[in-house]
């Protein structure tokens, strides 16, 4: 193949993982050999062992994905979760390698490296977009923080002595209160992450919806709630309790301070996926999850 650097891919891993150290070095050469440039973070090129023509950038800013095509991620879900706020902030699509154990978010493992650059060398992939929430902390009137997601939000209480005390509200409405260890509020990528665990249903990526799901409940209605993409979901904190915390994707944190109110709404920028396969997202949770499947006969034709 004639070399064409006009194209450039830029390389984000884990580079505690030796895995990820032997996929990235795989990735990158294969990704030279046929004509195309790579970028990466200069303190990641060390650990990477990568060659001399690989460009590298020494901000980890929207910025230095200016320019690239593609945002390949290799890791587990702490890294793709990395890799997606890149991904948001530059508009560029996201394609993950699961270096890890679950994974939801990756489209490829690391045995599929091979195809993984055959697919990118010929742009083989499809971009589809994951909806996001975006997340507004109040006090006494004012906003206090502001944040994004991809998961989900999760107000938890800060310590282990005392429950968290919180009023929900969906669409300015109280819905209810009580004592727990926390809230997640969700989108539908989120539904197999936090929210999964905490005993929230599964809900189909291409569903547009919210989920608001508790943790540890104190209370006879504390159901998880599936909600229009359109509302608004806001956890109140009562005022006499200790310090909660917000988390984000499990990545950033703010500390909640008594009476704060956090509102979650959908988000104004998605992530951008790119896709290889077509393969159902019911074929992805049964095999994400190891879900046993013999004895399936299928519809009758």
Same mark, same amino acid.
Request: a negative charge; one cysteine or more.
């Given at each position: 193949?004639?070399?064409?650097?006009?194209?450039?891919?830029?390389?984000?891993?884990?580079?505690?993982?030796?895995?990820?150290?032997?996929?990235?070095?795989?990735?990158?050469?294969?990704?030279?050999?046929?004509?195309?440039?790579?970028?990466?973070?200069?303190?990641?090129?060390?650990?990477?062992?990568?060659?001399?023509?690989?460009?590298?950038?020494?901000?980890?800013?929207?910025?230095?994905?200016?320019?690239?095509?593609?945002?390949?991620?290799?890791?587990?879900?702490?890294?793709?979760?990395?890799?997606?706020?890149?991904?948001?902030?530059?508009?560029?699509?996201?394609?993950?390698?699961?270096?890890?154990?679950?994974?939801?978010?990756?489209?490829?493992? =690391?045995?599929?490296?091979?195809?993984?650059?055959? $697919? *990118?060398?010929? &742009?083989?992939?499809? %971009?589809?977009? #994951?909806?996001?929430?975006?997340?507004?902390?109040?006090?006494?009137?004012?906003?206090?923080?502001?944040?994004?997601?991809?998961?989900?939000?999760?107000?938890?209480?800060?310590?282990?002595?005392?429950?968290?005390?919180?009023?929900?509200?969906?669409?300015?409405?109280?819905?209810?209160?009580?004592?727990?260890?926390?809230?997640?509020?969700?989108?539908?990528?989120?539904?197999?992450?936090?929210?999964?665990?905490?005993?929230?249903?599964?809900?189909?990526?291409?569903?547009?919806?919210?989920?608001?799901?508790?943790?540890?409940?104190?209370?006879?209605?504390?159901?998880?709630?599936?909600?229009?993409?359109?509302?608004?979901?806001?956890?109140?904190?009562?005022?006499?309790?200790?310090?909660?915390?917000?988390?984000?994707?499990?990545? =950033?944190?703010?500390?909640?301070?008594?009476?704060? $109110? *956090?509102?979650? &709404?959908?988000?104004? %920028?998605?992530? #951008?996926?790119?896709?290889?396969?077509?393969?159902?997202?019911?074929?992805?949770?049964?095999?994400?999850?190891?879900?046993?499947?013999?004895?399936?006969?299928?519809?009758?034709?």
């Amino acid at each position: 193949m004639t070399p064409n650097r006009t194209r450039t891919v830029f390389l984000l891993a884990h580079t505690g993982r030796p895995a990820a150290i032997r996929s990235a070095e795989l990735v990158v050469k294969g990704l030279l050999r046929e004509g195309i440039g790579v970028r990466v973070l200069e303190y990641e090129a060390a650990d990477l062992h990568v060659p001399d023509e690989v460009e590298l950038v020494s901000e980890a800013t929207p910025q230095c994905l200016e320019g690239c095509e593609l945002l390949i991620v290799l890791g587990g879900d702490g890294t793709l979760l990395r890799g997606a706020e890149f991904a948001r902030a530059s508009g560029v699509p996201m394609l993950g390698v699961n270096l890890g154990s679950v994974g939801f978010l990756a489209e490829a493992e =690391r045995d599929d490296l091979d195809k993984v650059v055959d $697919r *990118v060398v010929s &742009r083989a992939y499809e %971009v589809e977009e #994951r909806m996001t929430v975006d997340v507004v902390v109040h006090r006494n009137g004012d906003i206090v923080h502001t944040d994004w997601a991809l998961n989900e939000a999760a107000v938890q209480k800060a310590g282990a002595e005392k429950l968290l005390e919180v009023v929900l509200e969906i669409d300015g409405r109280p819905v209810t209160g009580f004592g727990c260890d926390g809230i997640v509020l969700s989108t539908p990528t989120g539904s197999t992450a936090y929210a999964f665990s905490a005993g929230g249903p599964v809900v189909w990526p291409e569903v547009e919806a919210l989920l608001m799901v508790p943790i540890s409940a104190h209370a006879l209605f504390a159901k998880p709630l599936v909600t229009s993409p359109n509302s608004v979901l806001a956890v109140e904190l009562l005022p006499h309790i200790p310090p909660g915390v917000l988390w984000c994707d499990g990545r =950033r944190t703010f500390e909640l301070p008594p009476g704060a $109110r *956090v509102e979650v &709404r959908r988000g104004a %920028v998605p992530v #951008r996926l790119a896709r290889l396969h077509h393969a159902s997202f019911t074929d992805r949770l049964v095999a994400k999850f190891a879900l046993p499947v013999s004895g399936w006969r299928g519809a009758r034709h």
